[in-house]
């Protein structure tokens, strides 16, 4: 990787989701520093605002607040097999822990695993952006790699065709099973401002960490602004098909840029 990396390690990682409001990782763009009393500022609460309130009702939203150049685009997305009261704490977090650790930057980023939240003083709507990026991999690896990668690019394609179908709102997901007792769970998820051409590009940018940083790991995420992607040898997406989506203990390494 050739930007300058933040690498963490964060040991035995609680994975008791749906109980903190702590980000996957997020965004401050230090270009676009900008004053706590300015009107630009009072445009983001606005438009923070109405993400809150209007983005669960169908798990998406893009909007504007605002005039000329205190004028700001937002946009706020739940993954799409996540319930609606989910989406809507999930989106509530967001707002309050962007506004805390982003204070005064017009171009901020937030993302976790049920939501991703953004907005900025220039339009980006329908544009592939993987300059900010979040990856978190188990630091245990597969027995069996060889059989592993196959399934897992089998499975893969298999969902990056769904999230282009129009009408699957960028979402695709499956399982595939390894053996008598092991299933592998994979899930891709674009926003919903791209077309499917450019869905396909995000997918394929995320995939293509599978080669280096995710390298055989039980488990992988990376998030994009525009894309999200995921694989685990337990259930974590909607809906479950175990009650045991339990990863406790499992150790987890993160991989933030810029
Ligand atoms: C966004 O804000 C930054 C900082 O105030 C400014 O430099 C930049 O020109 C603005 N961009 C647009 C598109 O208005
Ligand atoms: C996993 O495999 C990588 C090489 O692919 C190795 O560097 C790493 O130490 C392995 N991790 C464990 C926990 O064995």
Do not use: W
Request: charged letters at 20%; a neutral charge; hydrophobic letters at 35%.
């Amino acid at each position: 990787m050739e930007l300058t990396c933040k690498v963490l390690l964060l040991l035995a990682l609680c994975i008791c989701h749906a109980e903190s409001a702590d980000p996957l990782g997020e965004f401050c763009n230090t270009n676009t520093n900008i004053g706590k009393g300015s009107q630009i500022s009072a445009n983001i609460d606005r438009l923070l605002a109405e993400l809150v309130s209007k983005t669960p009702s169908n798990g998406f939203l893009a909007t504007s607040f605002g005039k000329g150049r205190d004028q700001v685009f937002g946009l706020a997305q739940c993954r799409g097999d996540v319930s609606s009261s989910d989406c809507s704490s999930c989106i509530q977090d967001a707002a309050n822990v962007i506004r805390r650790r982003c204070p005064n930057q017009a171009d901020s980023r937030i993302g976790y695993d049920y939501c991703f939240l953004r907005y900025s003083n220039k339009s980006f709507a329908g544009e592939v952006d993987t300059s900010f990026g979040i990856l978190l991999g188990n630091v245990a690896n597969v027995t069996d790699p060889e059989k592993f990668k196959k399934e897992l690019g089998a499975l893969v394609d298999e969902i990056r065709a769904q999230a282009v179908e129009p009408r699957n709102g960028g979402l695709g997901k499956g399982e595939t099973k390894l053996s008598e007792l092991v299933t592998l769970y994979a899930l891709v998820q674009c926003t919903r401002d791209l077309s499917p051409i450019n869905c396909a590009q995000c997918l394929a940018i995320a995939v293509g960490n599978f080669e280096n940083f995710c390298d055989n790991r039980k488990g992988c995420r990376v998030l994009y602004s525009s894309c999200y992607v995921r694989y685990e040898l337990y259930p974590f997406f909607f809906p479950l098909d175990s009650k045991n989506t339990m990863a406790a203990g499992d150790t987890l390494m993160a991989i933030v840029y810029p």
